[in-house]
Every structure is written in C-alpha cells, then in structure tokens.
C-alpha cells in the first residue's frame, strides 16, 4: 500500500486519459487513471479509520457491532492493494470510468447513511465489488452476470446475491444520480489529483463522465416531448 509504487498523475493527464478512453477500443488494456485517484482516496480514508477504530477498542474493547453493515466484513483479507483490485475489475469488467465516480457516490451516500461504517482492509474489497456491480447495472444497458463479477471479486455467487441485497437495503434503493450530482464528484476527484499542484480545472472531466447520463436525460425528454406532442395530435383530431 505504499505510495512510491503509485504512478504519477496530474489533472491534465487524468482528463486526457479520459477523453481517449471515450474513443478505444472496448479491449484495450489501459487503466483509466480515475481508478488511481479513487484508490488513493479510500487508502487515505482506510487509514484514518483504522487509527480511530484502535482508539475505539482501547477505549471500549467489550462494545461488539452486530449491525446490518457487518455484512461486508470478512475474517480473510486478500491480500492485495486497493489500486490492484480495482485494476483487476477494470481488466475484466473493462467497465467505464463513469460508473467508478457512481460508485464512489454511492460509497459516499452509503457512509453517510450508515455513520457507524468505517471502510477497513477487513471490508474494502467486497464492498467495492458490490458497489461497482450496483454502480454498473445503474449506468450500463449490458452487464455481466452476478456470478461473474463474484469471480472477479473473489467471493461466491450466493455471497455477491445476498451483498447486492442487503446493500440495496441498506442505501434504501437511493441509487438515482442526477447530472449535477455526478458533476460535482467529478470535480471533487479533480481536485483531489490537483492538491499541491494549482491547477485550474475546467469541468471537463464532469461533462465527459457525464456523456452518458446527459444522452440518457436527453433522450428521456425527447421521448416525453413526442409524447406530448403525440397526445395533443390526438385530443386535436377528436
């Protein structure tokens, strides 16, 4: 988990890496540098925690947590980075950026939710699988089945069916991202790869994740204008 073995990116690079993945090939192997930055991100995040969950056993070592997010904990860790894991989704999922930003929004909303969770190394990984799949059947037409993205996550079927569940529960089905939304985090992720540097980032990393919410918006208003014009067509004719 030590950061000299992490590549070296910049804002301009991140967009630039994004704009070209629009347009390759479906196989091409090249990692989207969005998974670096979420990487990063839940490193730090993991790292705060497990010091504050140190804190809380020595402080209170005989008060056991049996709520519903106890799901996503496991007493076998895998041993493997969050950049590694994330990289092993995209190397056969070969999902979109985009659907790595929903995630980390519905990461996001789920904590807030849920304020007693803390992402730990002993939960990381399966709750990053549940919420890329969940992510994924939200953003894409074609997914992979369930059985496979628990091959790729490392867990059974039966363990991906029953996480999927209960993560749907736990976020109360709250899964909708407008554009706004989606924007924001976008620039949230910029920033983050910006720290220290000065850059004045444009949106352009929002609008190009956005590219297929927006088209999705869009056609969803043009169906419904045809409808309007369609049943005024018809109350005309009678």
């Known amino acids: 988990m030590g950061s000299s073995s992490s590549p070296i990116i910049s804002p301009r690079k991140l967009r630039s890496d994004l704009y070209s993945f629009a347009t390759q090939d479906d196989h091409d192997p090249n990692t989207p540098l969005v998974i670096s930055v979420l990487a990063s991100l839940l490193e730090r995040t993991m790292s705060r925690n497990e010091r504050s969950t140190k804190k809380f056993i020595n402080s209170s070592p005989s008060s056991p947590s049996n709520?519903?997010?106890?799901?996503?904990?496991c007493d076998r860790t895998l041993d493997?980075?969050?950049?590694?894991?994330?990289?092993?989704?995209?190397r056969y999922t070969h999902i979109a950026p985009s659907i790595y930003v929903v995630a980390y929004i519905y990461i996001d909303r789920f904590c807030q939710i849920h304020k007693e969770f803390r992402i730990t190394n002993t939960n990381v990984?399966?709750?990053?699988?549940?919420?890329?799949?969940?992510?994924?059947?939200?953003v894409e037409d074609m997914?992979?089945?369930n059985s496979y993205f628990a091959k790729v996550g490392g867990i059974t079927t039966k363990e991906?069916?029953?996480?999927?569940?209960?993560f749907l529960?736990?976020?109360?089905?709250?899964?909708?991202?407008?554009?706004?939304?989606?924007?924001?985090y976008c620039c949230h992720l910029e920033r983050?790869?910006?720290?220290?540097?000065?850059?004045?980032i444009e949106r352009s990393l929002g609008f190009m994740c956005g590219g297929h919410m927006k088209s999705v918006k869009r056609e969803n208003n043009q169906r419904n204008n045809l409808m309007i014009t369609t049943s005024s067509n018809v109350v005309h004719s009678k």
Do not use: C
């Not at 529960?169 to 924001?184: D, I, P, R, Y």
């Open 143 to 145: 997914n992979y089945r």
């Open 67 to 73: 709520d519903r997010t106890h799901i996503f904990y």
């Open 192 to 200: 983050e790869v910006s720290i220290g540097g000065g850059y004045q």
């Open 169 to 184: 529960f736990l976020m109360g089905f709250k899964l909708h991202v407008n554009v706004k939304v989606f924007e924001s």
């Open 125 to 138: 990984h399966r709750f990053l699988i549940t919420t890329i799949m969940v992510a994924s059947k939200f």
């Open 160 to 166: 991906m069916n029953k996480l999927e569940v209960e």
């Open 80 to 90: 493997m980075t969050i950049q590694s894991f994330l990289e092993r989704i995209f």
